[in-house]
């Protein structure tokens, strides 16, 4: 709590600066059966598994591009900033930041390249309070904001460009096609629907170009890393008014862990835009993703911490492996009657697949010994979402209003085949590891375990209003409506019940916030919303629980320091989940809903620059997030898995501005993370870490020549946990990555 304290009078001393020797300003006003699983009385690894149980103004200030708005040449090869001002994410519309009563941060185009992060992971451990779940056997990506996301059940919702991605899996984002990526906190559900109440995660894509332009890049490295991409756009006819963009990337990359496969990413990303006319704009988007690669279930938990063994060690079999392909295609339209109002209408079809080989799959832990069993599963997930709302700015007397208001359709189905192979279990001892000693089987020698098809039907009505009652004081109340109905059908096997159960829950879910701006670089905000999440656990009549419901509130300050180039966000919240999934103790090998969960805690962010040349973006966040009501009473009181008290990061770059050297850059960061328990027993714990990474890279014209380092102490730590006692993950020992990219 030292550091929350320094940073709060740093913060402080600055913002009465400010206010002593600042003259009153005008603000500007707002711009135009599973479950039977359990008897095995084991970890489940990984959700795969067990998851059954505007303007060309605006976007070069980072708006997120939710319409059709327009990116120029100049925009793209400027962009030097570590601190957009504006999102789109928090609000729906296009909102300054410093207008906005929700804690939004973005990570821009910028930081990105400057750390050449080439997974999402890396990106967002630039914000505070988003701590990465892993990656669940190689096949998605999990997170976890303010103490909520669980890679067994619900992770943080990851969006694409503001539109809500449904169903059971969230594939692994391309970074080579985002502008940005933007984090709101809090519960979300107003806008998004179904989310877990710590908030949401935005990927913002690459827009098509007013202008030509062109650029390469290589990266090379560590463990073989090849990854060259594209990046393309510009006009196609004479009169601009039909453009496109394409990224197009490849990775080759061999695992730092001792498997035999090495993992090969291919992506592609075109987008076309058609100006109608003046006021008319219509997009066509389509994303692409292969990808093959170790199919990583992490080590052990060895008595009260992590397996002594070397990062790395398989648990599994060196040769598993996993393929997943991901495609989504869909349109964009949006038509201003004026200035004033528009309507905005999209639509996104997904097809996210994943598939493993017969793999060696860990379900029993003890000591030294872990007992896996031949288990292969096929996932397939579709989602079709159709989206529209209109948004209008407004006068009541001298009062200025913002409108939105929207409806979203989604049907997503998923389905899940899971084969077994319980007849002929192949021990492991993780001290002297025999991989052979029971032979891998064809996948037809495999039982059926379970078949399960999972629908969804939903359907949100949303209305908010950002409401100017001054110039610099504004109110932004909120209300959603979602109805959902869940379809279970499940085909008998030995292991799972057939039939088919249903369920249709809804919800009202209201958002208040209150912002109040005495300065042009101070705002105050404070804000209270609500959400809910249904649940995929089945109780013991077979039907789906009742849907998981959120509450959080929350206060802050934000304010703009060093000549206002630099943002920093304080924030304090308060955030309580209820309708927990938790044992049964009636039956033990089902669940019912009556947990609850409670996060509270403070968080830092700061994005800018200090002085021309000299760029920062960092974070700190302490949370205290602790189970409050469980029908495993030991549980009641223990810190949430996963998840640190103490979560660290800072990183800065110097590039010089003028002389024979102009261009020559420097870099360096540290990521901390406090100590984390394994499990929700808190049996275990993982420990901390603090590791350094560095730059140097240089710029000249249009080329660009740079060599990062990260781990740079080639600290060995574990990077996240699964919740039980497996599924740990290593972190990755030092790793190089060079690059040489060119802009036309």
Known sequence: MRMVRLCAVLLLAETLALTMSANAQEVTPPSKPIPRINELKTPQFGAGWLAQVPNPKDIAQGTSPNSA??????TVQGLRGYHPSKSSTATGTNTS??????????IPQEVIRDQQAISIQEVVSNVSSVTYFGNTGGREANFNIRGFGNPLGAS?????????LYGSFQAIPELANLQQVEVLKGPSSILYGQTEPGGIINLVSKQPLAKPFFEAEVQAGSRELVRPRIDLGGPLTADGNLLYRLNASYKHESSFRNFVTDSNRFSVAPILRWKIDERTDLSFNLEYTYNRGPADFG???FRDGVAPVAREFVVNNPDDSVTTDYLSLGYSFEHRFDDNWKIRNGFRYISYNYDYGVVALPLIVQDETVTRFYADQDGQDRSYSLFTNVVGNFTT????????????????ESRIISLLDFANPSPLNIFNPDYVLVPKPSRSAL????????????LGIYLQDQIYLLDNLILAPGLRYDSVTQRATNTPTPFTE??????????????LGLLYRPLPELSLFTNYSRSFNPTTSIGENGVPLEVERGEGFEFGVKSKLFNQKLLATLTYFDITKQNVAVVDPQNPLFTISVGEQKSQGVELDIAGEILPGWKVIGSYSYIDAKVTKDTTLENIGNPLFGVPKNKASLWTSYTLQQGEL???????????LGNRFGDLANSYQVGDYLIGNASVSYRRDKYRLAVNIRNISNAKYIESVTGNNGGIYPGAPLTVIFSLSSEF
């Not at 943080?156 to 809500?164: E, Q």
């Open 299 to 301: 080590i052990t938990q």
């Open 397 to 412: 007397g001298t009062i200025k209003h913002t409108l939105l208001a929207g409806v979203d359709l989604n049907r997503s």
């Open 662 to 672: 102009q261009g020559l850059g420097f870099g360096i960061g540290l990521e901390y």
């Open 498 to 511: 057939g039939g088919v159960s249903e369920r249709t829950s809804d919800a009202l879910t209201p958002r």
């Open 447 to 458: 039982s059926l375990f379970n078949d399960t098809l999972t629908t969804n039907n939903q």
């Open 69 to 74: 708005d327009l990116l120029d040449e100049v």
């Open 97 to 106: 930041i410093l207008e906005t009563p929700f804690s939004v941060q973005v």
């Open 156 to 164: 943080a919702p990851v969006l694409r460009d503001g539109y809500r």
